[in-house]
């Protein structure tokens, strides 16, 4: 049974950062691509980065580069989102998920950890 944990999410000051990790578990990862999302209230959920385990493929949402960074740690089978320099319109639900390679379907999500950006 794969799970998806996220955490570190939490209340922030404009201009802050937080990491957000997500534990990954029930599958061997190696080969899958991991990626990070958002929901604002009364919005679709977005795309905000993804990548895959070797750390060597990433992507960003343009919203977000230059401010985000997708990490992996294969040791502890978790992947972060270091988020910096965070603005008010970075508040949302963050979830983690998986897919079976880069052009697959995201087909496990976590449950979300809420990220607000207070101005």
């Known amino acids: 049974q794969v799970q998806l944990v996220e955490s570190g999410g939490g209340l922030v000051q404009a201009g802050g950062s937080l990491r957000l990790s997500c534990a990954a578990s029930?599958?061997?990862?190696?080969?899958?691509?991991m990626g990070w999302f958002r929901q604002a209230p009364g919005k679709e959920r977005e795309f905000v980065a993804t990548?895959?385990?070797?750390?060597?493929?990433?992507d960003y949402a343009d919203s977000v580069k230059g401010r985000f960074t997708i990490s992996s740690d294969n040791a502890k089978n978790t992947v972060y989102l270091q988020m910096i320099s965070l603005k008010p319109e970075d508040t949302a639900v963050y979830y983690c998920?998986?897919?079976?390679?880069?052009?697959?379907?995201?087909?496990?999500w976590g449950q979300g950890t809420q990220v607000t950006v207070s101005s």
């Open positions: 990548t895959d385990w070797s750390g060597r493929v990433t």
């Open positions: 998920a998986t897919k079976p390679g880069a052009g697959g379907k995201y087909d496990y």
């Open positions: 029930g599958r061997t990862f190696s080969s899958y691509y």
